[in-house]
């Protein structure tokens, strides 16, 4: 049952909701109707989950995509630098945000599809997700009416790094080139001349720099991604474009280099 706690001399009562059923109880108490009980339950039921000895990049990308959703993940510190491979994960959100949440793992990689059917199914036997909790996936027309059009981009950017399978590429290393494109509304920034109003590009500099040097993976793909990762977590970008190239590719044949290009968004 809700826990209830009424303010001296106010009209004022503080509710702790449980479960969906005391969600739904509570809200056709003060005389919505059962679609708005529907609706809005799933917002009014917070939970907590552990994930445990998870990746870095799998941490990340969870983070990312849970704040995105307006909930919180915990991590161990030195995850976004590199400075630990592995971590728990503390998620914190309502069912609607878990149900936003899994939709977008769900097209994910990394393992992360996989542990999107765990982490509902962990919800499901508490008694307290129903499929009704889940979002509609957004259409492809308001998908391109919302589009962030507007862009900052870094370019050619440097490192001298550790990735790679083969030996000579994580004893030796080797210079790795990065672009970052920065999908984000510039129209107030270019209006008002401040850069409250923009993204700073040193930082973006910087996180790109701490990421890519601090860091060692097998792939350039895990690279890119934990790179776009710190981006989003850290900058108030809709949208972000990860380009890495080994010019000096340890393949034998004539090119010029390899790489990899995603494309992530909050």
Known sequence: MPTRCLA???????????????????????????????????????????????????????????????????????????????????LMGTLKQYAALLIKLKQQSFGLAALAGQIQETLKSTGDFMNDCFLPLSTPESDQKNKVKDKICLQGMQFYAYHGVSAPERELGQRLEVDVELFVDLKTAGKLDNLEHTVNY??????????????????IEALAEAVAAAILARFKVAEVLIRIKKPGAFIPGCLSGVAVEIHRHQ
């Open 202 to 219: 040193a930082g973006v500099y910087h996180v790109v720099q701490e990421v890519v040097t601090n860091s060692s993976y097998n792939l």
């Open 8 to 90: 001296k001399g106010l009209a004022i009562e503080y509710i702790e909701i449980k479960n969906l059923a005391e969600a739904s109880s509570e809200i056709a108490k003060v005389g919505a109707d059962k679609i708005g009980c529907q609706v809005m339950a799933p917002k009014a039921v917070f939970c907590v989950i552990k994930l445990k000895d998870l990746t870095a990049t799998q941490a990340l990308i969870l983070k990312q995509e849970m704040l995105s959703q307006g909930g919180e993940a915990a991590v161990t510190r030195g995850v976004i630098s590199g400075a630990v491979s592995r971590t728990d994960v503390l």
